[in-house]
């Protein structure tokens, strides 16, 4: 390792980055994307996710680069415990890829966080929209597990991804957000 | 850069057991993964999960969503880790169930788990410890059964950043 560089690692699968709240904070931001996940072929976020709304669960999207277009697509199936449904969630939604109940909130219970697994695939090819597949859930107060479709309809290089709560309310301290390059 | 995951421990069963335990297991780790390819000495039998050997069941609740080729639906249980990716006595079911945050303390333990098994049908399952503890060991277990000889289990743990 020559001085001021990274060690070698021949991992194919290394994080990039992670953000732990000890206070509440409206969004997290993922920058930098074009250096920091060079290399790599998909990303990966996993989160576990609280927020401070006043309900019982909360939602949060993905944007990238900061687009305001619309330019966001997605699908849903859930379960809640006793049914299931899937629906056509935006078909040109502007403020991002949405994380459709991957969150718990103030009155869901204590103690209790939604998981996410988020898979970004092919995000830096210039040739292909950018696809995601979530998984999320949670149990408590209400009961639900989501798997997600998205897309965002530009072929650019994505260069940052920002999370920020549906609603206005903010990620509550003890929420936590890991990013993941896969070679 | 950091490596994101380690492989933790890795048990084939030789012989059939009741079940199959990782013990001692250090908190330096953001998640835990479990992959299980189950096999059970009789008949169809779910998997279940024990954190730091809490047997019980109130501890745990799960939602359940499933589909079996024909129908589908949701449903809610304890510490069920599977639904119809349930094993049998070969090898054609595979789990992999994503332990988040484990080693906190500040928060009860929730997991996502995707079951399959491709003769019966596919699950997406999210289950919950209703405990702050870090988590120190994981039993892994047949609700109703035995595991078999052939039965595989394998623990990964993700660096923190």
């Excluded at chain 1, 998981?115 to 859930?137: C, E, Q, W």
């Excluded at chain 2, 788990?113 to 209703?130: E, K, L, Q, T, Y």
Aim: glycine share 10%; proline share 1%.
């Amino acid at each position: 390792m020559l001085a001021g560089n990274d060690a070698f690692s021949d991992s194919d699968e290394d994080i990039l980055a992670e953000t732990v709240l000890t206070s509440s904070q409206a969004e997290v931001t993922f920058s930098s994307l074009n250096t920091l996940a060079a290399g790599y072929q998909h990303l990966q976020i996993r989160a576990i996710i609280r927020t401070t709304r006043n309900a019982n669960n909360s939602n949060y999207y993905l944007r990238f680069n900061g687009d305001t277009g619309a330019n966001y697509a997605q699908h849903y199936m859930r379960g809640n415990g006793s049914a299931m449904e899937s629906n056509n969630l935006q078909t040109s939604g502007t403020e991002g890829v949405y994380v459709y109940q991957g969150a718990t909130s103030a009155t869901s219970g204590t103690g209790t966080y939604a998981a996410s697994v988020i898979d970004i695939l092919d995000p830096f090819d210039t040739n292909k929209y950018t696809t995601t597949r979530i998984l999320t859930g949670f149990t408590g107060a209400i009961n639900r597990v989501l798997l997600e479709s998205g897309l965002w309809m530009d072929t650019d290089a994505i260069t940052s991804i920002t999370l920020d709560e549906y609603y206005g309310s903010s990620f509550a301290a003890g929420s936590r957000f890991t990013l993941i390059g896969m070679k | 850069m950091t490596t994101a995951w380690v492989p933790l421990a890795t048990t084939t069963l030789s012989s059939s057991a009741s079940d199959i335990t990782f013990s001692s297991i250090s908190g330096a780790y953001r998640d835990l993964i479990l992959v299980a390819t189950g096999k059970s000495t009789s008949g169809t039998q779910d998997q279940g999960i024990n954190f730091n050997a809490d047997g019980t069941a109130g501890n745990y609740d799960c939602v359940i969503m499933w589909g079996n080729g024909s129908t589908y639906n949701s449903t809610t249980s304890t510490w069920l880790i599977d639904y119809y990716g349930s094993v049998t006595t070969d090898n054609n079911a595979a789990t992999i169930l994503q332990i988040m945050d484990y080693s906190a303390t500040d928060k009860h333990k929730t997991y996502l788990s995707r079951s399959n098994r491709a003769a019966s049908g596919v699950d997406a399952i999210i289950g919950r410890w209703n405990n702050d503890a870090a988590i120190t060991s994981i039993k892994y277990f047949l609700i109703g059964g035995t595991l078999a000889a052939g039965t595989t289990v394998s623990l990964y743990g993700s660096n923190r950043s």
